[in-house]
């Protein structure tokens, strides 16, 4: 509406507790009607409104808290736990390269997991040479050592491998020990990367990627004891590492949560042992797995498997608790964002501001 010449509009005028999040059950208080300088007590508009129930506003700086985005929406509801696999079969899923980049590395995981378990013993029996020589020559543990604290750096992978190795080559307590060192090492030395040469860049993921950025809450509200549940989740240890270290979890608190999950890793070690602990040999020097060394690697599979789903459980708990506040700060940071761009549609909120990473990519394809 035109009033006395002025490109002013009027809109209903705002009610402030509506705008806290969550909002309160309550109905919400009625505020005395306002009037804008320089409009007649008279004054009606075109639509019929009367003065006292609107205001003059200027309509380029009012913009809505923006929406959740697809992937905040499905959090919010739950849906990110629904495991639906008719996704992956999708055609327009796999246009997108990252996700088809990432359907690919994983059936490629998990056929070589399934192949190294099925042929454990004749892997290890083609590599017999080589752990006599590592036996035998001085100085060879540092050789496995070396490798643990290249694969510490995301996104490379294989500490189960090579601690089922060690534990074939050196037994349980060397080859624990063995472990433990190139665990250790190679962690502290992902986490001062991270930390000191890599913190620009967790921002980034953080405010990118929804997974990201409620992970690294948890962990910043949690302390001592969620980073020692995050090191026995399903979470890759290198990936939460590098979450530790650009959430801003101190040092000390890092090294003892790493320390605390040693355990994890004796029982990787504890598989190799097992698979040539007191196996017979045939004429061609090849061992075979007893009875009993089926009925122990069961057992250790099935306790790692238990304590891995209750760590998993309880961070989801804690996500559950914190996803709420996350989301919402996610969406106010959009609002900054489109008010300091000057943004006058507020409809188009999530779409023009970055996303998630996989959703600004199928937005790209569509």
Not at 81 to 110: A, G, M
Not at 152 to 170: K, N, R, T, Y
Not at 260 to 269: D, H, I, R, W, Y
Request: some cysteine; charged content about 20%; aromatic content about 10%.
């Amino acid at each position: 509406m035109n009033v006395g010449g002025s490109s002013q509009y009027y809109a209903p005028r705002p009610v402030p507790a509506v705008h806290f999040y969550p909002p309160s059950a309550a109905s919400p208080p009625q505020d005395p009607a306002f009037r804008p300088p320089g409009v007649p007590p008279n004054f009606v508009s075109l639509d019929g409104h009367k003065d006292g129930d609107r205001i003059g506003v200027d309509y380029r700086r009012i913009v809505r808290t923006p929406s959740p985005t697809p992937s905040e929406a499905a959090a919010l509801s739950g849906q990110k736990r629904k495991l639906s696999l008719k996704k992956y079969f999708d055609p327009e899923y796999l246009k997108v390269p990252r996700n088809l980049f990432t359907v690919i590395v994983t059936v490629l995981i998990i056929g070589a997991l399934i192949a190294f378990v099925a042929l454990q013993s004749k892997i290890l029996d083609a590599l017999r040479p080589a752990s006599d020589w590592l036996r035998d020559t001085p100085g060879a543990w540092t050789i496995p050592i070396a490798i643990m604290i290249i694969l510490s750096f995301p996104p490379l992978f294989g500490h189960e491998l090579v601690a089922i190795f060690c534990g074939d080559v050196w037994g349980v307590w060397i080859g624990f020990a063995i472990v433990a060192a190139g665990t250790i090492i190679g962690e502290l030395v992902t986490y001062c990367t991270f930390r000191y040469c890599c913190g620009s860049r967790g921002e980034k993921a953080e405010q990118k990627n929804l997974r990201y950025a409620l992970l690294s809450e948890v962990i910043r509200e949690g302390g001592l004891v969620m980073a020692v549940m995050v090191r026995y989740s399903a979470v890759p240890s290198h990936l939460t590492t590098a979450i530790f270290a650009t959430a801003g979890l101190g040092m000390w608190t890092f090294l003892i949560a790493a320390f605390a999950a040693l355990p994890k890793q004796l029982a990787t070690v504890y598989l190799g042992v097992a698979q040539t602990s007191g196996a017979p040999t045939d004429e061609n020097g090849n061992t075979s797995p007893t009875k009993t060394t089926k009925i122990i690697k069961i057992v250790v599979i099935t306790l790692t498997v238990v304590i891995t789903i209750v760590a998993m459980r309880f961070l989801n708990r804690k996500i559950d608790a914190v996803k709420h506040r996350v989301i919402y700060a996610r969406r106010k940071a959009r609002q900054a964002t489109l008010l300091g761009s000057g943004a006058a549609d507020a409809s188009s909120t999530w779409s023009s501001i970055p996303q998630d990473d996989a959703e600004a990519q199928d937005a790209r394809h569509r």
